[in-house]
């Protein structure tokens, strides 16, 4: 196990009813402004429910934060947010508006150039607004940790950034919140922590066998339960334990001590901001790819993967060892595609030319020497893209 | 699922060197009491790691913390942190030396009789001073909880009290500081942290599936990689497996949302005050009893145990549910005693005498509706004991 610090601040008021809570969560003299995307949480209640629970606090709004937050609508809430005096953010919505909110955090008390804030990946952040956040769209795990994505449409990027001042002071995650999801939502909310538990879990063995055993558990239960949730939408309990996984995939817990791959998000960033892919569908189509393509570097996991996660042993299947792990890639194949997912790019409409692009943008971002040893190379993403063809 | 509302701010430091970190953790005008034990961190190099680290802060210190922390022991180290001005505890030594400090956190900031802080089990706590911990001897989890016990030997008392002001603020978890630990500590590590897990989870299920997987996954590492650490004292990645299992084991992740036992804590707590066993040697004999004497209300979840955690199945098992279950608790035991913790009272030279007396004990502390449904009456404490002999 690698040495680590970890602490994570963040308060969770999970349950039904719990939106009600933020009446104590947050400062009686705050001065709010409720972030939100598109509207939608005008329509299922939770607009409501948060404004009844703030009282009389002062409140202002911002709407129309982007499926993929823009660094523009996000420049121009801080300025709102800084015209407006205000002292504590609240985003209401999926893992695009809390990663907007983090990003309006920081950018209200920047001196400079916000964009600076993404080319340095957050690091120079010294100071960010307080805020909270109510889940309504459990899948990118941004409602307890403290990193974010922005995109900026003009020139093609999704960047990534991070700080410690990012987390949120609280999230709210009510499970009847996710009852009205359409469908590919709810897919999303599937593969997006699959993959981000993959990310942190399907490298190398470096003998931390209780994260592996924690990683391999919520696996697990996203394959128990996903597809039951999808099936029965009226369902609390297993909405409920899949906005649970969604949020323990990415809280830093798994990660801690070992070592983290995450080439299949930046190369499927890059999917995304080209071509407008949802998150995780550029998660479904890199993945079984990355894995095929990686499987002799990431062997042993592999293997371990197939037998603990998919039941794949020596005892239960013939062959090779090779011959489990492609078993385990093809099991997890058919799960994204079960839930909703084509693991293809075809499936996309997309083909070589793609490739080429997305290789061109991986280039322009520096992302040269990707994954957990850094020897993703150009050439290596192009064979996965090739594999995913 | 539960609601909940979880947050642990706790930072850890996990690793090999990772004392030195406390230089930055501890504020530089910090005025300081360092709190410990027997003297143990005096002769394995702990101590001198520490001052070096310490630099030139202001250190007072307080030695000589019990086992099983005397309450008035703890007044006396209250007292001194008072008169001394001290603004900072540093907990250097296990469970009992940190759950020792909680109660001087908050004691020292207690107008009144402190013995009300035990009688209230924490809740009329209203300051404490901050403090931080360094990790000796991995077992009860109090490092990364805000939880803690503390004796009172001239009334045969332990009692237990907590309060979210009873965080540490840190935590180091250096695995090298356990490579010299005497194996019967081992065990205790091993056992510990075994049955906070099963408090958590072997009660009814309530639909949290990935509370339940967290949960056997804790329990299957501990399974994996204890015995083979207590084979191989000087593996430091088995060491460090284990250390983190037990801060795992009872930071408040997998007990949100889920319906809680401890009942066989209880029963064993007075276990420990009559008669000076070990914490975990008093749970080694009181979970598997237990567990056989409730078998009817935790069957769901026994079968479950059986399957999940010991792969003892319809399919690869002969018999009735009840004779799965029965095989499991039996595992249990056989583990138990495998990895040195005897599981009956007759193996610590006990009988009839202290069933008696610990149900005496039982009522006069008003343990009289322990377990998650309130129903383990004195009566069934009685017939636990009994299967206990």
């Given amino acids: 196990m690698k040495n680590f610090s970890y602490q994570n601040p963040t308060r969770i ?174 897919t999303n909310g599937i593969v997006d922590p699959f993959v981000h538990v993959i990310e942190q879990y399907l490298t190398y063995p470096v003998g931390a066998d209780l994260q592996d055993r924690l990683a391999e558990g919520i696996l697990q239960s996203i394959i128990a339960t996903g597809p039951k949730a999808l099936a029965q939408p009226d369902n609390y309990e297993l909405r409920a334990n899949i906005m649970w996984c969604a949020t323990m995939a990415l809280n830093g817990l798994i990660g801690n001590g070992v070592p983290q791959d995450w080439s299949t998000h930046m190369i499927g960033h890059e999917l995304t901001a080209l071509y407008g892919l949802d998150h995780a569908q550029t998660l479904a189509v890199v993945l079984p790819a990355n894995l095929r393509v990686r499987k002799q570097a990431k062997h042993e996991k592999l293997l371990q993967y197939a037998e603990r996660v998919w039941n794949i042993t020596a005892a239960n299947h013939e062959g090779t060892d090779d011959d489990r792990i492609e078993a385990a890639i093809v099991k997890t194949e058919q799960f994204f595609i079960d839930v909703g997912a084509p693991t293809r790019l075809q499936n996309y409409n997309l083909g070589d030319e793609a490739i080429a692009a997305v290789i061109n943008q991986l280039e322009r971002h520096k992302m040269v020497a990707l994954g957990e040893s850094r020897d993703v190379t150009l050439a290596v993403s192009r064979e996965i893209l090739t594999a995913a063809l």
Avoid: H
């Fill in 13 to 186: 008021l999970f349950g039904d009813g719990q939106i009600a809570a933020i009446a104590t969560a947050i400062p009686t003299e705050a001065r709010i402004m409720l972030v939100y995307g598109g509207g939608s949480i005008k329509n299922n209640g939770v607009y409501d429910q948060i404004i009844a629970a703030l009282g009389d606090r002062i409140v202002s709004e911002f709407s129309g934060v982007e499926a993929n937050p823009e660094y523009t609508t996000l420049c121009k809430a801080a300025d709102q947010a800084k015209q407006d005096n205000i002292d504590f953010l609240l985003a209401a919505g999926g893992g695009s508006v809390i990663d907007g909110t983090k990003f309006i955090a920081a950018a209200a008390c920047f001196e400079g150039d916000r964009w600076d804030i993404l080319l340095k990946g957050g690091r120079n952040i010294e100071q960010a607004l307080p805020f909270g956040s109510i889940l309504t769209l459990p899948a990118t795990g941004s409602e307890m940790n403290s990193g974010s994505v922005v995109n900026r449409s003009e020139i093609k990027a999704k960047m990534p950034f991070g700080n410690p001042l990012c987390y949120p002071q609280f999230s709210v995650l009510d499970p009847t919140t996710t009852l009205t999801l359409p469908t590919r939502q709810l």
